[in-house]
């Protein structure tokens, strides 16, 4: 759902904030201030929904906010040309009683699809006000706030219409509220009513808490309802709504036909056919080119440019414990920089392209199918392939996955996928000593481990699998200041959850190293690295450092043996072993407090748990075959 | 005749939404997205190898997997109504 909902927040609060096409992706809670002739408003960016059903947790987000701290206005952004679908969602929150302004958003966008709106009409209909806006070119954001603040001050009276529904239904829908009125709670009691006779859990949790008696008259009245309607009572209610929201753009729309646009054809070539595939994978392949290409230059120049500051920066902070240490800090944030960021600045604006232009609903169609081989659908490719550049941001982008089922499968499979980093030790390590055809094998074995996984984990997760249901935006020229800001706040975000980690996580090492630590920790570590996996002692304690990092255990490996030929301290079984080790042993640290972010530590504890078996077994288990 | 699942029109098919044979919160989303009983519906495009089916409804396109279109019964276009 791409109304612009981002977009005007980053105006109104100038705010730096996730900007795309993916429907339903803004799920965090963005805040911001803004001044506005004098008056300062605290603005909240809620999470993009097309209902407030509280189906998924975006919804019951934005209904809880909205029913219990009491916003003195809400924007409502609405797509003009999508207004029948928008205003569904509209009515909805005319119905839970909210203070609204709309924003009737890129009515340009409208207009070059032969549609115009009637915005005066259309507030007389909704009793609201309605701004027109172009928000990407900031048009109608002064009228906007105010608006806005006309209605706060009661300058403007808005009169919301009343939403009214069949006579059939009306009759039941106050019936039941009757019921909820006896104990009143956090909503319009009609609200509530509508909500019970859909069957609402969030409702009616809410309701059961105060009032039984509502609940047993709600489950009454749905019932008499679907006798008379044929259909279920959520079924009937929703028809109406919809038939309502047809009303009100019949009345203030006039649709003109317009010729076949290029991004008509555009959506054509790339939806359907074999060569929809074939520009799929060029796609693909060519984000990936860009991506490490433009990644190696950076990361090699800013890798230089640090070298040579090392021998300064080393003097200034002194010798003893006290200046490793502060080295040791200082190595965490050269390694954030010059490994990760290089790739993850133009994987991100890369995929902000996509995402804002419109690509990746194209990509979701056309993967669907391959994806159910491993339990999840169309949407759950984007995560997957963001997990081969970094599993960070792919474990984030897991939020666009509707059910809990859902998103715990997606997020546990891309956690297996290869990143850049584990590409540095599978290519720097096998690929270049062992052969590239074995580290392609590798590449092979993780899918084919991905796929197996896939499916095992959809057999035994509970809850009912649900498939693809997703609006397809027309495409549109990407916008390059929301591609820029989308670019630098997904960015930012990432270097405000790994940066500081990293520069832990280093210290913690150079503490064990400075206090010789290491060796012992090395003999501790041995039955493992030694004993299950046949590695040299030394393993071990690289496998630690590669937690931080998954890169840095290749690194450490030459560091600590001194010797950059890593062929005089591994034998070519060894390489693959410690490859596939590090493959799926735990996600690194940055990895980690997404896995928290998203699941919560109960299932991150649970995954990273049974990927630390997975290596064991994957990695004791091809020890032996090789040898 | 009877209704068919959405799964098997071809793409250019109208038809009618009959009913949703699927389980509360997959109801849910199809109905919050306006596949409702009575709505007419266009398909644009099916996917290969048993991808989603695309279809035009309420001046939108949504993109349906094929195991939910299995699940939406439709009329389609030119059958007498019962």
């Known amino acids: 759902m791409n109304v612009g909902k981002s977009v005007l927040f980053n105006q109104l609060t100038g705010l730096h904030q996730h900007v795309g096409n993916w429907p339903g992706k803004t799920v965090e809670r963005a805040e911001g201030t803004m001044n506005f002739g004098g008056h300062i408003i605290d603005v909240v960016d809620l999470p993009g929904i097309y209902s407030l059903s509280t189906y998924s947790i975006e919804e019951r987000v934005a209904l809880e906010y909205i029913s219990t701290e009491k916003p003195d206005v809400v924007i409502n952004v609405v797509d003009a040309s999508l207004l029948e679908r928008n205003l569904y969602f509209t009515i909805q929150l005319l119905e839970a009683g909210v203070s609204l302004v709309i924003a009737l958003n890129q009515v340009d966008q409208a207009q070059k699809k032969g549609i115009s709106t009637d915005a005066v009409k259309l507030a007389e209909r909704l009793g609201v006000p309605v701004v027109p806006m172009i928000a990407v070119r900031g048009i109608g954001f002064h009228e906007l706030m105010t608006a806005v603040v006309d209605t706060v001050e009661g300058r403007m009276a808005p009169k919301p219409v009343r939403i009214r529904y069949g006579a059939e239904v009306e009759a039941h829908v106050e019936a039941v509220a009757e019921a909820v009125e006896e104990s009143p709670i956090a909503m319009p009691a009609r609200f509530a009513a509508v909500r019970l006779l859909e069957g609402d859990d969030y409702v009616r949790r809410l309701v059961a808490q105060v009032n039984g008696k509502a609940i047993a008259a709600a489950e009454e009245h749905a019932k008499q309802l679907e006798k008379e309607h044929g259909h279920s009572a959520a079924t009937v209610i929703a028809s109406e709504r919809y038939e309502l929201a047809r009303k009100i753009v019949t009345d203030s729309q006039s649709v003109a036909p317009t010729a076949r646009t290029f991004a008509d054809r555009l959506d054509e070539v790339t939806s359907s056919g074999a060569l929809s595939y074939v520009i799929m994978a060029a796609v693909v392949a060519s984000m990936f080119v860009i991506v490490f290409k433009v990644g190696d230059e950076l990361s090699s120049l800013l890798g230089e440019f640090f070298l040579s500051l090392e021998p300064s920066v080393m003097s200034a902070l002194g010798g003893g414990a006290v200046g490793a240490l502060a080295w040791g800090a200082v190595e965490g944030l050269i390694a954030g920089i010059t490994i990760a960021l290089p790739y993850i600045v133009p994987f991100y604006a890369i995929m902000a392209l996509l995402e804002d232009s419109g690509y990746l609903a194209r990509m979701a169609f056309l993967m669907d199918s391959v994806m159910h081989t491993v339990g999840l659908h169309g949407k759950a490719f984007i995560p997957m392939v963001l997990g081969y550049g970094c599993n960070v941001p792919a474990c984030l982008g897991c939020r666009i996955m509707e059910t809990d089922r859902e998103r715990t499968l997606t997020v546990f499979l891309t956690t297996l996928i290869p990143c850049a980093g584990r590409t540095i030790v599978i290519l720097g390590l096998v690929g270049r000593y062992v052969g590239l055809e074995w580290a392609l094998g590798l590449y092979g074995f993780d899918l084919l481990l991905v796929f197996v996984l896939g499916r095992l984990a959809y057999k035994t997760l509970p809850g009912e699998p649900s498939g693809l249901i997703m609006e397809v935006p027309s495409y549109k020229m990407p916008h390059a200041g929301t591609v820029l800001k989308r670019t630098w706040f997904e960015t930012s975000s990432f270097v405000t959850i790994a940066m500081p980690l990293m520069v832990l996580g280093s210290v913690v090492l150079k503490a064990l190293e400075v206090g010789g630590l290491l060796t012992p920790l090395s003999g501790l570590l041995s039955p493992i690295s030694v004993g299950l996996l046949g590695l040299p002692p030394i393993a071990g304690v690289v496998l630690i450092f590669g937690v931080l990092r998954k890169e840095l255990s290749l690194i450490m490996l030459a560091a600590l043996s001194g010797t950059a030929d890593l062929a005089s301290i591994l034998t070519a079984p060894q390489m693959i072993v410690f490859s596939v080790v590090t493959m799926f042993y735990i996600p690194c640290l940055g990895t980690v407090v997404a896995l928290y972010k998203e699941l919560g530590w109960k299932k991150a504890l649970v995954i990273i748990l049974s990927e630390v078996a997975l290596a064991l077994v994957a990695g004791g288990l091809l020890s032996r075959i090789l040898h | ?82």
Do not use: N
Not at chain 2, 19 to 25: L, N, P, Q
């Open chain 2, 1 to 82: 005749m009877a209704p068919v699942p959405l799964a098997y029109l071809r793409p250019g098919d109208g038809a009618t939404v009959e009913s949703i044979d699927a389980g509360w919160g997959l109801t849910r989303r199809l109905l919050d997205m306006g596949v409702t009983p009575g709505e007419h519906i266009e398909v644009v495009r099916s996917a290969r190898f048993g991808g989603p089916v695309e279809i035009r409804v309420r001046g939108s396109v949504l993109s349906i997997g094929r195991g939910v279109a299995m699940k939406v019964l439709v009329r389609p276009d030119g059958e007498p109504t019962v």
